[in-house]
């Protein structure tokens, strides 16, 4: 862990590296309490720089020899800082010989080489390289790797890196090796090693070339049950990306590896994936429908990394979403194009938004606000945030959304043809755009340079005699951390008019009923000719920009919409913000001691799309969840998080109450009976099924808890099973048994009692007390992040009402915790402590308790470099 005084990196000191490595060969002697790692490297003077001095990262390794050119160095000859190792006025040429030691079985951070469960895995992006050997750890340097594995034959018969298997056999003392060669040049980050006891399904599979390439997914054995569907996704994604983007895998085969410790869902390493289990395993007993959807993302994600991210990478980590926003705008793609109808299209695309409004929106509004292509960092750890993935993959989709689907694949091509082997820039992307399509983007950068969501005001006139519609349109960007003042951004909006019988108008000349209006200035004003009565504009569909729309919609407005808009990504706007109206009032409702009621005209719209058969089950399930209530929170200007819970309660029970025999008919009616299967239609009949099981638990009689009783004992699949036993949790009836049956079922699955302490710490009734006393529980460990994720993020994270204690008992529990972290692995320590981000916009009472919890942990010992940043950037703000 780094114990000295933390430094700002900044984008605009970026220099060259001094030294281009050309190959490197990677012995490894493995041992989990003393590994040796031979480095031999070739390096040469870069002719962009005017230094002549090699500088190596190197941590929490211990230098063992190092020699250059043949001759071993002196100490005087080196000199080994904090973290790095510097030879002054090094030769034009130099190969140097390092040999380095390390602990694997003591590395806590799962960054480096680290051991799980026994056995041997890496983790080096973004700056794992250098807790493995000396070297220029540093995206923009690429070389050719060359690696030999050594171990125990006994304890690790499987050894693995990145690219082609060349050479392996015995070695005395019941030890093997394997060596393994990548052809293609790549940054440290991207290396990868694996020695293990692990098992593998493996299949042949022909690229549409006529190659034949070796396609595995190993696993610890037991597991093997569990990789059929992560094997499909891997073959789909192959398909997906040679048939959308003419992209060929280009190794002779591909590895995944799912381990149990893991700090993210996965890593791209060139050919040797390596996965969390959480995104590998699953068979219908222990995997949920959003498990599968997750696994066929992630497989799909880490595999179009290939391209987007290996063969053309980031120059420096400043440029992060280069890589992570396009290959997740790719992910989306595929996972829509899976879906394969335009409704369930729509329903991935609102998956998409409300992961902005929860997550990225309030990170946009908070102490760590950052532009997509930040202007600096602290650690390089704490911006892989949802700014950089999902805001980075609405840049890109906009790109499409300007440029069309077309135009923007000439983009592509154009961007792989300029820089194939390259490690380039956000701006280098951009200009493939426009160059290919001979389009000026260059106000489009500002997506890139300024942090914050952009507020779009609507206003609308009609003039019926002249038949003329006009709107205005005007943006504004709230100030963030070190920009107080935004420049105009370039804005695509979607535009749609509905006549007053629900059907689309023509637009043009051309008869589209949706176009696409650039915004570029402050204010803008778009004509409409030919518009023969007053319509209700349909603003912003499919969300074509990552923006706060601001329009005076009226209810009647808003129902129409809701019953009639062909956008199905608008139709569920609409009735989201007839809920969030409805959700504001009663949250004021409660704060002021007054009675609680619901309009029966908003009902009466969730009647009639609840009835609507013409429609996905998706679709409707998607349409029916209520705003959450971090997104309520979102729209106060202060926060009262048991005012929000009690009214969204409310509005549960009522809706559940008045729409029963509708709930009931719609339960009945979306059962899916037979052999499970995780496609959209079936995954869409079972959300619509278990939402309405649950609204019917939030306010539930006899008949209704026995239902979820039946549904939880005679479950097929655990996506039913867990929804059941959800419902009934949250339904306040005694689930003791259900809770002991489901946990002594299932304790051998450690996914699944994952789940089992999620649902228990986000239940309305688990307080601070009950998730300490399940930190007890034998199952229980703060050591690997997916355990710690499932009670600590859940409860502080997921649970607003209770973590925002008005005794402050939630946030010194966060604070006990994210230190206890903090000397384990930073990185999760840091992903919980921004919990805490936005605590000014908190009742004064909270806030100083927040305020004093905050400080606890800023004057923690040793605190690390990624905890750090976050908590005095939240005091400071």
């Not at 293609?184 to 299949?203: D, I, N």
């Not at 719609?666 to 496609?679: C, H, I, L």
């Not at 079972?686 to 004992?713: I, M, S, T, W």
Request: hydrophobic letters at 40%.
């Amino acid at each position: 862990m780094r114990t000295d005084s933390p430094q700002t990196i900044y984008r605009k000191d970026y220099t060259p590296p001094s030294y281009l490595v050309e190959t490197v060969e990677l012995g490894f002697d493995l041992d989990p309490a003393r590994t040796i790692v031979a480095n031999r490297v070739t390096m040469r003077h870069n002719p962009d720089s005017d230094n002549h001095d090699i500088v190596l990262h190197g941590e929490d390794i211990e230098l063992v020899a190092l020699r250059m050119n043949g001759v071993a160095l002196n100490p005087g000859e080196y000199i080994v800082g904090t973290s790095t190792l510097t030879i002054k006025a090094a030769p034009l040429n130099a190969v140097l010989e390092i040999e380095t030691l390390c602990v694997p079985q003591d590395n806590t951070t799962l960054s480096g080489l680290y051991v799980s469960n026994g056995s041997f895995y890496t983790q080096c992006e973004a700056e794992g390289f250098r807790r493995i050997t000396y070297f220029p750890d540093r995206p923009d340097v690429m070389a050719v790797y060359t690696v030999m594995l050594r171990a125990d034959k006994e304890k690790f018969p499987v050894l693995l890196s990145n690219g082609n298997l060349v050479e392996e056999g015995d070695l005395p003392d019941g030890r093997h090796y394997a060596k393994w060669e990548d052809p293609f040049r790549k940054p440290s980050y991207l290396f990868a090693l694996v020695a293990a006891r692990l098992v593998c399904q493996e299949e042949r599979y022909t690229l549409q070339s006529g190659r034949e390439v070796l396609l595995q997914v190993w696993v610890e054995d037991g597991n093997l049950d569990k990789t059929d569907y992560a094997m499909q996704s891997l073959k789909n994604s192959i398909r997906w990306d040679e048939e959308r983007w003419g992209l060929e895998l280009d190794l002779d085969r591909f590895m995944i590896v799912a381990v149990g410790d893991f700090n993210m869902g996965a890593m791209e390493n060139k050919g040797l994936n390596i996965f969390n289990t959480k995104f590998v395993l699953a068979n219908p007993s222990t995997a949920t429908d959003v498990d599968y959807a997750g696994i066929e993302a992630v497989v799909g994600h880490e595999y179009f990394h290939n391209w987007t991210g290996n063969r053309v990478t980031c120059r420096d980590w400043f440029q992060l979403s280069l890589k992570e926003g396009l290959t997740v705008f790719r992910d989306q793609e595929f996972s829509a194009d899976m879906i394969g109808t335009a409704t369930g299209r729509a329903v991935t695309r609102i998956d998409q938004v409300r992961t902005l409004r929860q997550a990225q929106f309030p990170e946009d509004a908070g102490p760590m606000a950052h532009p997509v292509r930040p202007d600096s960092f602290v650690e390089i750890n704490n911006f892989y945030t949802v700014t950089v993935y999902e805001k980075g993959a609405e840049v890109v989709r906009m790109y499409q959304t300007l440029l069309g689907r077309d135009g923007f694949r000439k983009g592509m091509d154009l961007y792989f043809e300029r820089h194939d082997g390259q490690a380039v820039t956000c701006d280098d992307f951009r200009a493939a755009m426009a160059d290919a399509n001979g389009r000026d983007l260059d106000q489009f950068e500002r997506w890139y340079s300024q942090a914050g969501t952009p507020i779009v005001t609507a206003s609308t006139k009609y003039d019926a005699e002249q038949q003329v519609y006009e709107l205005t349109l005007a943006q504004r960007c709230p100030p963030t951390p070190g920009q107080q003042t935004k420049q105009p951004f370039h804005i695509p909006v979607a535009v749609g008019l509905l006549g007053a019988d629900g059907f689309d108008m023509a637009l043009n000349l051309e008869g589209e009923t949706t176009v696409v209006l650039e915004l570029k200035e402050a204010q803008q004003t778009f004509r409409f000719e030919g518009i023969k009565e007053a319509p209700t504009p349909s603003l912003l569909r499919d969300f074509s920009a990552p923006v706060v729309l601001e329009y005076p919609y009226t209810d009647d407005e808003l129902v129409h919409l809701f019953r009639h808009d062909s956008d199905p990504v608008n139709r569920w706007e609409a009735g989201q913000r007839l809920a969030m109206a409805r959700l504001l009032r009663l949250t004021a409702a409660v704060q002021q001691g007054a009675e609680l009621e619901l309009d029966y005209g908003f009902i009466a719209a969730q009647r009639a799309l609840l009835l609507d058969d013409g429609l996905d089950a998706a679709f409707r399930e998607q349409a029916l969840i209520l705003p959450s209530e971090s997104v309520v929170a979102d729209q106060m200007e202060v926060v009262d998080p048991r005012a929000i819970h009690e009214a969204r309660q409310f509005m549960r029970r009522t809706i559940a109450t008045v729409l029963r025999a509708e709930l009931l008919t719609a339960y009945a009616a979306n059962e899916t009976p037979g052999e499970y299967s995780p496609d959209a239609i079936s995954a869409g009949k079972r959300g619509l099924k278990n939402l309405a099981l649950a609204y019917l638990c939030a306010a539930p009689d006899d008949h209704v808890l026995e239902l979820a009783h039946r549904q939880f004992e005679e479950a097929t699949n655990m996506t039913d099973r867990a929804s059941a036993l959800v419902s009934l949790i949250h339904s306040g009836a005694d689930v003791d048994g259900a809770l002991q049956s489901f946990y002594q079922q299932f304790e051998r699955e450690a996914l699944v009692v994952d789940k089992w302490f999620s649902m228990q710490a986000s239940a309305q009734t688990t307080d601070v007390a009950r998730v300490r006393e399940l930190m007890q529980h034998p199952a229980f460990t703060l050591k690997t992040p997916n355990r710690a994720r499932s009670l600590l993020f859940s409860f502080c994270n997921g649970n607003p009402a209770q973590f925002h204690a008005p005794d402050g008992s939630g946030y010194e529990f966060w604070a006990e915790h994210v230190i206890k972290l903090n000397a384990l692995n930073p990185q999760v320590a840091a992903r919980l402590a921004r919990t805490m981000d936005r605590w000014r916009r908190y009742d004064p009472a909270l806030q100083t308790h927040m305020r004093a919890a905050l400080e606890k942990v800023a004057g923690a010992q040793k605190l690390s470099n990624d905890v750090l940043e976050v908590v005095s950037k939240a005091l400071s703000n």
